[in-house]
């Protein structure tokens, strides 16, 4: 045996790592992750191939002389060699082990030939250099170093049994690359983050989900919150028949479920009532809640961090639930990829940021953005937490929010979830759109296909008994300043709009009326600002003065208001519903109206998939009478669902997206599957005076960090990148990391004017083609 092959250079008590212990600690790892879904000896070959590369005597060179050796390829080999020796059965491995440094590439016969080290030498599509091109050289070192591979024999993949099913068979392959990735992080981080001894020193462990525990607390709380309720009767027995609903459905084997239940009834609750019982009776490991908005996240983690802020074992409810997102201040901005900090940080913040790189946490809460994007990715550092969601239960809130265009391939993989690796999901919303009319276009993906069970029994009527309001459909096209008059009636209302130019022109057309307490509402006002006016709009409504909201449709999910006359711009069927869930909404107002109106300037945001729907809700008005349009009736909400995807064609959707799956090609699968399409930039916004000129001086004195971000995530807003030579740039400052290099993503904004103290960001109109609709 010998010790003179070293995986990394020297910590900083001059510690070395050797080869042999890196491979065994990765291995043991990788093993220990994916044995939950049943592949710990695939995941114990890629843990001990990863890096068989390094016993190249090139790659050795590197660490004794690493200005002078540059460029080596040490991660193809350990991919040909798990093909060599597994062949087929080693396919998945290679390709995660190929990943590791560059991502997963491409499941195709071209691409593994790729591979051969002999090839590579000659002629490497990155021009590195090949530490070893005998790869049974390099077996024999591994020999001589004390390790073993495992016989061919013993070797079980089930990449086989699903190539055909392209999304199944990717999501398998990085669920493997993930065990391995994860695992390798950890064992190199122990190496550069070394205990006071210079020793190898792993990380803590995250906790452990209590569900019995949690069970209880949960419990306890939920009936101190009934009794609490200042919502009607009606109201209050919806919400303990929908919790009951829950309970009871949770001793169901795991599974595809969906939850159905109007807007007002409890849903966040219930729905976590529903995941610790479920987790509880079949010891799943998890929670993971995901939701679209940043807004409904913030609302979500503080209802929970309420509850269990007595957690019996005195745990730090921000390590027990994990709050992961693009803005939540646990991405290390300019970090190494090996996990060395570049500032200080305390011990909170640190450990919060190292659970969020692999959700080693019980909970966590998230949004669609970070976890159906994971889902497709190719990247390690994107998909490392991907194997934390075998036995899950994962939870979907407001999934009539799901793209359109991409809606066969994330059924697909979350229907894997279930299928491949234990978990549940469940889907909810009031208004469930009817992925089940696409079972047979998901089955081309992933066996399964998409068959859930309902848990809220159609015997409850919850819809009926929940019905707190009744709509007015106009197709009469009106005016702005007609609406304006008519809005100028009512004490107290809402109104709803498609675009933010109409939320603007309806908010001014009420201005030169003085009414008094009139607010607006959009994304163009950032967090704080938006957070204020709600405190406002809430305390008005408390105490029964006039209150007047103008909104885009940002308050049509996560939002807790409740105004007794909603007005809803037409758009599309499940906007309507969920607008009128702003109205009447604890059930105190007897039967009130929402009306929805046809606007002369009608227009819809650039999504085409939203003007769809809008044309299947004019279809539904000019086929029947306006009385038999019932937006509470979940058999209307399937058949518009039903018109929806048969107008879109649903499996034409996103060809080329589409034809990326079937190639199996990962880094056009992760380029393409974009939940928000365009690229888009963060913008620090002058909202308060104070704050954004301490926020933008620290900025750009000593770049971004992750305390920065947090600060200034409540201050920002969310733009489309201008073209080059676009005059939005005039206006924006870029804001650079540590290094002084910009960001990319980061920017000030710097011209105070713009930024009004009713509206938020307002910009000249040769500008306003980078705000987001």
């Known amino acids: 045996m010998s010790d003179v092959y070293l995986a990394h250079s020297a910590n900083r008590f001059n510690r070395v790592d050797y080869l042999r212990e890196h491979l065994k600690d990765v291995a043991a790892l990788a093993q220990e992750f994916a044995s939950v879904f049943g592949a710990s000896a695939e995941a114990?070959?890629?843990?001990?191939?990863?890096?068989?590369?390094?016993?190249?005597?090139?790659?050795?060179?590197?660490?004794?002389?690493?200005?002078?050796?540059?460029?080596?390829?040490?991660?193809?080999?350990?991919?040909?060699?798990?093909?060599?020796?597994?062949?087929?059965?080693?396919i998945a491995a290679a390709l995660a082990i190929q990943g590791h440094h560059v991502g997963l590439q491409q499941l195709d016969n071209d691409t593994l030939r790729t591979l051969n080290l002999g090839e590579l030498q000659k002629n490497h599509p990155l021009e590195l250099r090949i530490s070893e091109a005998d790869w049974e050289e390099l077996l024999t070192r591994f020999h001589d170093d004390s390790l073993q591979l495992p016989e061919?024999?013993?070797?079980?993949?089930?990449?086989?049994?699903?190539?055909?099913?392209?999304?199944?068979?990717?999501?398998?392959?990085?669920?493997?690359?993930?065990?391995?990735?994860?695992?390798?992080?950890?064992?190199?981080?122990?190496?550069?983050?070394?205990?006071?001894?210079?020793?190898?020193?792993?990380?803590?462990?995250?906790?452990?989900?209590?569900?019995?525990?949690?069970w209880n607390i949960l419990s306890l709380f939920l009936d101190d919150l009934s009794a609490k309720s200042d919502a009607s009767l009606v109201v209050k027995r919806l919400r303990a028949d929908l919790l009951q609903a829950c309970i009871v459905e949770a001793s169901r084997p795991p599974g595809l479920f969906t939850l159905t239940a109007p807007t007002g009834t409890g849903?966040?609750?219930?729905?976590?009532?529903?995941?610790?019982?479920?987790?509880?009776?079949?010891?799943?490991?998890?929670?993971?809640?995901?939701?679209?908005?940043?807004?409904?996240?913030?609302?979500?983690?503080?209802?929970?961090?309420?509850?269990?802020?007595?957690?019996?074992?005195?745990?730090?409810?921000?390590?027990?639930?994990?709050?992961?997102?693009?803005?939540?201040?646990?991405?290390?901005?300019?970090?190494?990829?090996?996990?060395?900090?570049?500032?200080?940080?305390?011990?909170?913040?640190?450990?919060?940021?190292?659970?969020?790189?692999?959700?080693?946490?019980?909970?966590?809460?998230?949004t669609n953005v970070q976890f159906l994007e994971s889902l497709f990715a190719n990247r390690s550092a994107a998909c490392r937490k991907l194997h934390r969601l075998a036995r899950s239960v994962i939870l979907f809130d407001e999934v009539?929010?799901?793209?359109?265009?991409?809606?066969?391939?994330?059924?697909?993989?979350?229907?894997?979830?279930?299928?491949?690796?234990?978990?549940?999901?469940?889907?909810?919303?009031?208004?469930?759109?009817?992925?089940?009319?696409?079972?047979?276009?998901?089955?081309?993906?992933?066996?399964?296909?998409?068959?859930?069970?309902?848990?809220?029994?159609?015997?409850?009527?919850?819809?009926?008994?929940a019905k707190r309001t009744t709509v007015e459909w106009s197709n009469h096209p009106i005016s702005w300043s007609d609406l304006a008059d008519r809005l100028a009636q009512e004490r107290q209302l809402l109104c709803i709009v498609n675009l933010k130019r109409h939320a603007l022109t309806v908010y001014r057309e009420l201005k030169k009326k003085s009414l008094e307490g009139l607010f607006h509402m959009s994304t163009d006002m950032c967090p704080a600002h938006r957070t204020e006016v709600l405190k406002k709009i809430n305390m008005r409504l408390n105490e029964d003065k006039s209150c007047r909201l103008i909104s885009?449709?940002?308050?049509?999910?996560?939002?807790?208001?409740?105004?007794?006359?909603?007005?809803?711009?037409?758009?599309?069927?499940?906007?309507?519903?969920?607008?009128?869930?702003?109205?009447?909404?604890?059930?105190?107002?007897?039967?009130?109206?929402?009306?929805?109106?046809?606007?002369?300037?009608?227009?819809?945001?650039?999504?085409?998939?939203?003007?769809?729907?809008?044309?299947?809700?004019?279809?539904?008005?000019?086929?029947?009478?306006?009385?038999?349009?019932?937006?509470?009736?979940?058999?209307?909400?399937?058949?518009?669902?039903?018109?929806?995807?048969?107008l879109l064609d649903m499996e034409s959707q996103n060809r080329p997206l589409k034809d990326a799956l079937n190639l199996r090609d990962?880094?056009?699968?992760?380029?393409?599957?974009?939940?928000?399409?365009?690229?888009?930039?963060?913008?620090?916004?002058?909202?308060?005076?104070?704050?954004?000129?301490?926020?933008?001086?620290?900025?750009?004195?000593?770049?971004?960090?992750?305390?920065?971000?947090a600060k200034a995530r409540p201050y920002t807003i969310g733009m489309f990148r201008p073209k080059p030579d676009h005059p939005l740039w005039l206006y924006l400052e870029a804001v650079p990391l540590k290094s002084r290099k910009p960001s990319g993503d980061w920017f000030v904004y710097f011209e105070a004017r713009h930024y009004s103290s009713e509206t938020g960001l307002v910009v000249p109109s040769e500008l306003s083609d980078c705000l987001i609709a």
């Open 400 to 465: 009539q929010t799901f793209s359109v265009d991409k809606a066969i391939p994330t059924l697909a993989a979350l229907s894997r979830l279930v299928e491949r690796y234990d978990s549940t999901v469940v889907l909810s919303t009031a208004t469930q759109p009817a992925f089940r009319h696409l079972h047979l276009a998901v089955q081309k993906s992933c066996k399964a296909g998409w068959q859930p069970k309902e848990i809220v029994s159609a015997e409850l009527r919850l819809f009926e008994r």
């Open 552 to 646: 885009t449709q940002c308050v049509e999910a996560g939002v807790d208001i409740d105004f007794p006359t909603v007005f809803r711009a037409l758009g599309p069927f499940d906007a309507i519903a969920q607008a009128a869930g702003r109205c009447n909404r604890k059930g105190n107002f007897g039967l009130r109206t929402v009306h929805v109106f046809l606007p002369d300037d009608e227009a819809y945001p650039q999504d085409g998939a939203y003007s769809r729907a809008a044309q299947v809700t004019r279809m539904f008005l000019n086929e029947l009478e306006n009385s038999d349009v019932d937006i509470h009736s979940p058999g209307m909400f399937h058949e518009y669902y039903c018109r929806l995807y048969d």
């Open 267 to 366: 849903k966040t609750l219930s729905m976590l009532a529903f995941a610790l019982k479920h987790a509880l009776v079949h010891g799943l490991r998890r929670i993971v809640v995901v939701v679209p908005y940043l807004s409904i996240i913030e609302q979500t983690v503080s209802a929970y961090r309420t509850v269990f802020q007595f957690a019996q074992d005195g745990s730090n409810t921000e390590h027990y639930i994990l709050e992961h997102h693009s803005l939540a201040g646990t991405k290390q901005v300019g970090e190494d990829s090996r996990g060395r900090d570049d500032d200080m940080e305390d011990e909170s913040r640190r450990m919060r940021r190292l659970l969020a790189e692999n959700w080693d946490a019980p909970i966590v809460v998230t």
């Open 44 to 90: 114990n070959v890629v843990g001990l191939l990863h890096d068989i590369g390094k016993y190249g005597s090139l790659f050795q060179k590197r660490l004794e002389n690493p200005r002078q050796e540059k460029g080596i390829d040490h991660w193809s080999a350990g991919a040909w060699i798990a093909l060599m020796k597994f062949k087929q059965q080693g």
């Open 666 to 709: 990962f880094t056009k699968v992760a380029d393409l599957y974009r939940i928000i399409d365009s690229d888009t930039i963060n913008v620090l916004v002058p909202y308060d005076h104070q704050t954004f000129q301490k926020l933008r001086n620290e900025a750009l004195a000593s770049g971004i960090t992750r305390h920065w971000i």
């Open 152 to 214: 061919p024999q013993e070797i079980h993949t089930s990449l086989l049994e699903n190539h055909d099913l392209n999304v199944a068979a990717m999501l398998d392959i990085r669920m493997l690359f993930s065990a391995l990735v994860d695992a390798d992080f950890l064992a190199t981080e122990a190496h550069f983050q070394p205990a006071v001894t210079g020793e190898r020193c792993f990380r803590k462990r995250g906790l452990a989900l209590n569900a019995e525990r949690d």
